[in-house]
């Protein structure tokens, strides 16, 4: 212990402390000077769109209001847009709905006998064929465009 003593002089206590000193300077030069610049902060811009408040019109009677006619429904064969189907006499084949009134459009799915549908379109006239456009009661995706030769007036709501 004393030979440590000894050799710690005030001399080499400051050229330790200098050499701390001088060490962390070059440190902190190096790093600064290999440092990559800080990327410019950029503010998002806000923008503002100002809508209209609507206003007060005035409605005033005009003379030449006309009563709209209410469109009669069509109905081919008993069936019009809004009754119930089934379809029936495919023998197990199953009734091809398609993406439109004709058999050249995309065949989207298979309707087997038995199987109801609600009438929301139609009729068209295509194909040798009256189309109606026919949409399952408990799954509105389930639509398409399907033959009238092979559907049949169900009675009730189902």
């Not at 503002?48 to 409605?59: E, F, G, K, Q, R």
């Not at 298979?110 to 949409?135: A, C, H, M, Q």
Request: proline share 8%; charged share 15%.
């Amino acid at each position: 212990m004393e030979a440590i003593k000894s050799r710690l002089t005030p001399w080499v206590i400051g050229g330790a402390l200098l050499a701390a000193l001088l060490f962390c300077l070059a440190a902190a030069l190096l790093l600064g000077l290999f440092r990559r610049p800080a990327a410019p902060e950029t503010q998002p811009t806000a923008e503002l769109t100002v809508l209209a408040a609507p206003t007060a019109t005035s409605v005033l009677p005009s003379i030449f209001d006309t009563p709209t006619p209410t469109p009669t429904p069509v109905e081919v064969g008993g069936i019009s847009i809004g009754t119930y189907v089934q379809i029936n006499g495919t023998d197990g084949a199953g009734l091809r709905l398609r993406s439109g009134a004709g058999t050249s459009y995309e065949l989207l799915f298979l309707g087997y006998d038995s199987e109801v549908f609600k009438v929301v379109d139609g009729p068209i006239v295509n194909d040798g064929y009256t189309w109606w456009r026919l949409e399952a009661p408990y799954d509105t995706t389930r639509s398409g465009w399907a033959a009238a030769n092979y559907l049949a007036i169900v009675s009730e709501n189902p």
